[in-house]
C-alpha cells in the first residue's frame, strides 16, 4: 500500500465482522493470542490477526456469551 492508503483487500472485505463462528482468510497470519481483560474476565478466546494481503489489522474474538462477538478490523 502507498502513503494513507487505507483500503482493504477483497478478501478482508468478505469477512462478517461480529458474527462468532464467520470464517477469516488464508491471507491472515496470526500474532497469537490477546490477553484483554474482557477475554480473561469472559473466558473467551482473543487473538490478534494481521493480512498479509493489505496489513490490516484484525481482532477475533470467541465469546460464547456475546453473539457479536467475532472479527473486528482494528
Ligand atoms: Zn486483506
Redesign the pocket.
Known amino acids: 500500500m502507498k502513503g494513507g492508503d487505507v483500503a482493504?483487500?477483497?478478501?478482508?472485505?468478505t469477512i462478517a465482522q461480529h458474527t462468532r463462528g464467520a470464517p477469516g482468510?488464508a491471507?491472515?497470519i496470526s500474532l497469537g493470542p490477546v490477553r484483554s481483560l474482557r477475554a480473561v474476565s469472559r473466558k473467551a478466546t482473543h487473538e490478534a490477526f494481521v493480512?498479509?494481503?493489505?496489513?490490516?489489522g484484525w481482532d477475533y474474538l470467541d465469546d460464547k456469551r456475546d453473539p457479536s462477538a467475532g472479527w473486528t478490523r482494528c
Open positions: 482493504i483487500c477483497s478478501e478482508c472485505e482468510h491471507g491472515l493480512c498479509v494481503v493489505c496489513d490490516t
